[in-house]
C-alpha cells in the first residue's frame, strides 16, 4: 500500500482538490487498490469543516463529489505513516522539513506547464477563476507526481 497524503493551509480549497484530482487519476489507471489517499491543514483554523464552496463547486463541473471531505490539521503520525506528503507550497513544505526530499515533493515540480513560482496559488477569498486555475494545475501535475512516486515507491 503506498499513502499519499495533500498539504495546504486550510485543508479547505487546494489540498481537497489535490485529493480529488490524484484520486480521480490513480482510479482511471486501476491502482486504486495500492493506494491510501488524505489530504490535511498545516494549519487547524478550519478543522471539521467541508471544503469551500469553490472547490466544491469546480469538482462538480469536472463530475467529482468532494463535499464529505473535512478539514483535519496535520499530526506528527502523518510523517511517519504517509509515504509521501504533497505540500501545494513552499511556506506549506516547511512542516515537512524532517522528511527525506523525495518524500515531500511540491506538487507544482510536476507541472509540465509551470514557468515560474512552483507554489500553487491560494484562491481562498478569490473568485471562482481562482479555483479553476487551481484544477487546471493539479490536473496537469498529478500524471508527474504519480510517475514520482512509482519510480520511488521502494526507498520510503
Ligand atoms: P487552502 O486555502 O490552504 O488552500 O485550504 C486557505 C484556507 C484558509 C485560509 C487560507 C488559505 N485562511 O487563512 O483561513
Redesign the pocket.
Known amino acids: 500500500m503506498i499513502r499519499v497524503l495533500f498539504l495546504?493551509?486550510?485543508?479547505?480549497?487546494?489540498?481537497?482538490l489535490a485529493e480529488a484530482a490524484f484520486r480521480a487519476h490513480v482510479e482511471a489507471r486501476g491502482h486504486t487498490d495500492r493506494f491510501v489517499i488524505d489530504s490535511a491543514?498545516?494549519?487547524g483554523?478550519?478543522a471539521g469543516e467541508p471544503?469551500?464552496p469553490g472547490?466544491i463547486r469546480v469538482a462538480r463541473a469536472h463530475g467529482l463529489d468532494i463535499s464529505a471531505q473535512r478539514?483535519r490539521k496535520l499530526v506528527a503520525a502523518d510523517l511517519r505513516q504517509f509515504d509521501f506528503i504533497v505540500p501545494?507550497d513552499r511556506s506549506?513544505q516547511r512542516a515537512l522539513i524532517d522528511l527525506p526530499a523525495h518524500r515531500r515533493p511540491l506538487v507544482r515540480e510536476f507541472d509540465p506547464e509551470c514557468l515560474g513560482t512552483l507554489d500553487?496559488p491560494?484562491?481562498?477569498?478569490g473568485g471562482p477563476e481562482g479555483f479553476e486555475e487551481?484544477w487546471a494545475i493539479l490536473v496537469r501535475s498529478v500524471p508527474g507526481l504519480l510517475e514520482h512516486i512509482q519510480h520511488n515507491g521502494k526507498q520510503v
Do not use: E, F, K
Open positions: 495546504c493551509l486550510g485543508n479547505i480549497c487546494r489540498s481537497p491543514a498545516t494549519s483554523h478550519h471544503p469551500n472547490s478539514s501545494m506549506n500553487v491560494d484562491p481562498w477569498g487551481v
